[in-house]
């Protein structure tokens, strides 16, 4: 059965950087594409940036060059960098296993204060 548990998560004020990660287990994360979505209060869950199995990488037009993902599959782990955060930024972030089957985290609260 495939687990992914992110942490990382916390409150920042405005300006400044979190790392979160996703560790997976029950499966390796090696021939799968990653990603973060990101669920805003009162909104619908949305796609934050995605990583390849060959690592190539896309994001979401909002947080394009400020955030990066990356994936160590040695450690079976997946990473989202987050720098300049703005209190927009603020949500519950997931990280999701892509496949057949998606597999989701259970999430990580990021709150930024302005």
């Known amino acids: 059965q495939v687990q992914l548990v992110e942490s990382g998560g916390g409150s920042v004020q405005a300006g400044g950087s979190l790392r979160l990660s996703c560790a997976a287990s029950?499966?390796?994360?090696?021939?799968?594409?990653m990603a973060w979505y990101r669920q805003l209060p009162g909104k619908q869950r949305e796609f934050v940036a995605l990583i390849s199995s060959d690592s190539s990488t896309n994001y979401a037009d909002s947080v394009k060059g400020r955030f990066t993902i990356s994936r160590d599959n040695a450690k079976n782990t997946v990473y989202l960098q987050m720098n300049s955060l703005k209190p927009e930024d603020t949500a519950v972030y997931y990280c999701?296993?892509?496949?057949?089957?998606?597999?989701w985290g259970q999430g990580t609260q990021v709150t930024v204060s302005s």
């Open positions: 999701v296993k892509l496949g057949p089957y998606n597999y």
């Open positions: 029950g499966s390796s994360i090696s021939p799968s594409a």
